[in-house]
């Protein structure tokens, strides 16, 4: 059960996420408002990278790969 809970997190953070602006380069970034345990983890799969200080959590080119491949298993479409 943890591996889809970490899936569906995974998903959750990328459907729920914006862009950032920085000028020179531009983040994908999304509030962290779900089980901290997941979260960790993909820290630690390099899906998301986290700062312990602040209240969002970047995603990574391969985490946005693995949303994408996740949305397509689950068939989601996006908007």
Not at 18 to 45: C, I, M, T, V
Request: hydrophobic share 35%; no cysteine; charged share 35%.
């Amino acid at each position: 059960m943890k591996d889809q809970i970490n899936e569906l997190t995974l998903l959750l953070l990328y459907l729920t996420s914006f862009k950032e602006d920085y000028g020179f380069a531009e983040a994908q970034r999304s509030w962290k408002g779900y089980p901290f345990e997941s979260l960790n983890e993909l820290s630690e799969y390099d899906f998301i990278r986290d700062s312990k200080r602040s209240k969002s959590v970047y995603l990574t080119e391969k985490g946005i790969e693995q949303a994408i491949e996740l949305m397509k298993k689950y068939n989601i479409k996006e908007q």
